[in-house]
Nanobody
Framework: QVQLVESGGGLVQTGSSLRLSCAAS????????MGWFRQAPGKEREFVGA????????YYAASVRGRFTIFRDSSKNAVYLEMNSLEPEDTAVYYC?????????????????????WGKGTLVTVSS
């Protein structure tokens, strides 16, 4: 059974940094797509970033590009989201997602429906 477990969320001030972790179990995702999404209260779940495979292309949403960095550790079957210069607009529940396919065309890496596996989320709150 595949499980994704996020950790690292919390309450921080504007301009702070956080690192979120996502540990996968049940199978290896080293050659598959792992991504991060977020959902703010009253809003739809939105794409943050994704890495299509170990050493593969990494994609970011325009709103986080330059501030957030995704990296993965295949030996630990994990993916991380390093978040810098956090803003109140970054407040949301952050979800880890994974799919066995390499989502690398037509922007499919950014679509919620393309991911088969999801974690339960971790809350990030950025105070002004």
């Amino acid at each position: 059974q595949v499980q994704l477990v996020e950790s690292g969320g919390g309450l921080v001030q504007t301009g702070s940094s956080l690192r979120l972790s996502c540990a996968a179990s049940g199978r290896s995702f080293s050659s598959s797509t792992m991504g991060w999404f977020r959902q703010a209260p009253g809003k739809e779940r939105e794409f943050v970033g994704a890495v299509t495979s170990t050493g593969g292309p990494i994609y970011y949403a325009a709103s986080v590009r330059g501030r957030f960095t995704i990296f993965r550790d295949s030996s630990k079957n994990a993916v991380y989201l390093e978040m810098n210069s956090l803003e109140p607009e970054d407040t949301a529940v952050y979800y880890c997602a994974a799919d066995l396919r390499r989502l690398s065309y037509g922007g499919n890496w950014a679509r919620v429906r393309e991911y088969a596996y999801w974690g339960k989320g971790t809350l990030v709150t950025v105070s002004s």
